[in-house]
């Protein structure tokens, strides 16, 4: 590509974030003694934005780096430096690619140059004549990453949080060297860890500490004098006196040992990978593929590879999905929840009340109290429910510590702040009291009858139901506006989504509590209307009722089980239903079959295995394989109108598109955005299809029965 190719690039994006490269001369320091080892050139990209705007890397960006690097290569040959190195501005190195601009690129041959350029900029650092280091300060994912992966030499703080590689999660591949490099400094395993583990479980990243132990950087230094500590070592290197072992680092030529362990980690990944999408997503396989292909590559070679594996793949409709999925919905509407009040209504909750002690009640207090951190007083009928459920959290507390996600000081806090009663009283200075009880109306509402007698006028009612009227549970308090929906899903300290939702009465600065709050837990909150089952509950439970009809109507198990694999969903509708708990399935299925009638079919056949206490259809045999057991089989009927996986598909992706768009209809949500968020964040729905309602476009299902698309300009 010539530097022609990159002007024509960079001319496309006159909008772009700049991220500038700033150099600063800095004179080493001496070792052991000696004199200054000489002059080293550290780079600072910056954006000159705060720390709300990460830095990133365009077209623009990447030609100004190559610019700075290609300069400091000449000086390097006159002898005025010694080494480079690269940081970022404070708690950034960088953020990787713009996607903005990655996903507005209009054709192929841009996206080629695009690879390109990344590979050209980086591929100067093993070419600069002297050392080259990067000092990862802060985050650091994709490109931003793979700057440090193509240097001589890293380190990284301590503080350093969010390193990754998730481009296999956003629809691409490590294509600046990732794939390359990787494999070859912390071994074949650990980078399908990084390259397709991490990324396909809920986009993982790794702290500073995390990636030093693996062998991604050489050093770690604190973060209060980062900078400086990493120009020390960076001295001992250049001047001898500090070696640099790496050993995870993988030697070429491949050793048998090393090139059948490269070949266990593909296997391995591949299986993973068709576990977590069922072989419907494109990026993820090619990772495997050039993870495979390149076992003998050359560098040159698999940087091409790269180049060509990236330009087919930011012309993809998955890439576009999800660029729309994560960028536009996780990063944007997220942060920006349509409907919700002014933050500033919002009021301080300086004390957590939950009413019950089970599992579920738990792990609100263990979230409350890490998050908030403030007290938190669970209660129930007697001592020993109390006892248990404040047992467990100092349980899971302790296990966090063990761990090492957590220190000591932050355990014994944390454990000092839960604490449990018999007496409801105790929730009288409480700000804040959410119920985890049996989900029954009115025990829900024999609850709050109880605490609105002991509570401040001013102190918000969550109710954590599924299913339930919140608007129902309301109608006999003194003050039904404080009462709000407040929906976590299980488990809680992992899935990030909560539906807030607003009876008629709930009043603005109750809502913006909901929200102020639901933010400090770092959940991502959207607003609903008091409807049955709310967003997620009601479309999983629109699925699981087509595909359990139509089990029900005869059509195979393992038809009915595997006919939605070509969604990518992370497990099939049986494995959810035994997950989730027949009888909670039924529970709400029924809730909804109540409210909007056939559209949501009560299985007889659940029924009968409810009422047996079978907790699921499948027995797994030793070889992994699947099947119903007679005794269970014998339980169930069956009608005479089986379907085939094609038609069972296209049934259920119309009954989706029929169900939102009631959804719609009613005023649910404020837009479908809101449906793809909560689908995302409460249900798994695989990123790579940008959310359920394009992927409902897509196939046809929204035109065929609403006459429209829910997204007309795609």
């Known amino acids: 590509m010539s530097a022609q190719d990159f002007s024509k690039l960079a001319a496309l994006f006159p909008d772009e974030v700049v991220t500038h490269s700033y150099v600063q001369d800095i004179a080493l320091p001496g070792v052991d003694g000696a004199p200054s080892a000489g002059t080293f050139a550290l780079i600072t990209l910056d954006n000159g934005l705060d720390h709300r705007r990460p830095s990133t890397l365009g077209p623009n960006t990447l030609i100004e780096l190559g610019t700075t690097l290609e300069a400091q290569r000449a000086r390097a040959a006159k002898g005025e430096i010694k080494g480079v190195g690269i940081t970022g501005k404070p708690f950034f190195l960088a953020a990787g690619a713009d996607l903005s601009a990655v996903k507005s690129l209009k054709n192929r041959e841009s996206g080629l140059w695009m690879a390109q350029l990344g590979h050209d900029v980086y591929s100067t650092l093993n070419d600069l004549g002297v050392p080259s280091f990067v000092f990862i300060n802060g985050l650091a994912l994709g490109g931003g990453l793979e700057i440090a992966l193509n240097a001589n030499y890293r380190s990284v703080s301590t503080g350093a949080g969010a390193l990754a590689l998730p481009e296999a999660f956003l629809g691409l591949v490590p294509g600046w060297g990732g794939v390359y490099l990787l494999p070859r400094l912390i071994g074949p395993a650990n980078a399908v860890k990084i390259m397709l583990e991490n990324p396909l479980s809920n986009n993982r990243t790794l702290s500073g500490p995390a990636a030093f132990k693996l062998g991604i950087a050489d050093a770690m230094f604190e973060p209060a004098d980062f900078v400086e500590q990493s120009l020390n070592w960076a001295a001992r290197v250049l001047s001898g006196a500090e070696d640099v072992s790496r050993p995870n680092a993988v030697a070429e030529p491949l050793s ?274 008091d409807a049955a089952a709310f967003v997620v509950n009601r479309v999983l439970l629109r699925l699981m009722a087509e595909v359990s009809k139509a089990f029900d109507e005869g059509t195979d198990a393992h038809t009915a089980d595997n006919a939605l694999r070509p969604m990518g969903m992370p497990m099939t509708p049986f494995t959810l239903l035994a997950m989730v708990g027949i009888p909670v399935a039924q529970h709400v299925t029924e809730s909804l079959h109540a409210a909007f009638g056939e559209r949501f079919h009560v299985s007889a056949n659940q029924q009968a295995l409810i009422d047996a206490g079978r907790k699921g259809l499948w027995e797994t045999a030793g070889d992994g394989s699947v099947s119903i057991p007679a005794d269970t089989l014998a339980l169930l009927s069956f009608g005479d109108s089986p379907a085939t996986g094609e038609e069972l598909l296209r049934r259920t992706q119309d009954a989706l598109a029929e169900e939102i768009g009631l959804m719609l209809e009613e005023g649910v949500v404020a837009g479908p955005e809101d449906i793809d968020l909560c689908m995302i964040l409460g249900a798994g729905w695989p990123m790579h299809l940008g959310g359920i309602t394009p992927y409902l476009d897509r196939v046809g299902a929204s035109q065929r029965v609403n006459g429209k698309p829910f997204h007309p300009e795609s």
């Open 256 to 529: 048998e040992v090393n090139g059948a362990a490269w070949d266990a980690a593909v296997a391995h990944a591949k299986t993973f990978v068709e576990a977590k999408t069922s072989n419907a997503a494109l990026a993820p396989a090619k990772v495997i593929e050039l993870l495979e292909k390149g076992k003998h590559f050359t560098k040159a070679q698999s940087f091409a590879a790269e180049d060509e594996a990236l330009a087919d793949l930011m012309g993809t409709p998955q890439f576009k999905d999800t660029v729309y999925a994560f960028l536009d919905l996780v990063q944007k509407r997220a942060k920006r929840p349509a409907g919700a009040p002014d933050p500033k209504l919002a009021r301080p909750v300086t004390k957590v009340g939950v009413v019950g002690a089970g599992l579920m009640a738990g792990q609100f207090a263990l979230l409350f109290a890490r998050q908030l951190k403030v007290p938190v007083v669970m209660s129930d009928i007697d001592q020993a429910r109390v006892d248990k459920g404040v047992t467990y959290v100092h349980g899971e507390v302790d296990k966090l510590l063990a761990k090492g996600r957590i220190s000591q000081d932050a355990a014994n806090r944390t454990k000092a702040l839960v604490t449990g009663s018999v007496s409801k009283e105790v929730f009288a200075d409480a700000d804040f009291v959410i119920e985890a009880v049996f989900e029954e109306l009115n025990v829900k509402k024999q609850v709050f009858a109880e605490v609105e007698a002991i509570v401040s006028p001013e102190c918000i009612l969550a109710t954590n139901t599924s299913s339930l009227s919140v608007t129902a549970m309301a109608a006999d308090l003194k003050h039904p506006e404080r009462l709000v929906g407040f929906h976590f899903f299980n488990p809680v300290a992992v899935m990030p989504l909560l539906e807030i939702v607003r009876a008629p009465k709930t009043d603005d600065a109750v809502l913006a509590t909901a929200f102020a709050t639901a933010k400090a837990l770092r959940k991502t909150a959207v607003l609903v209307k």
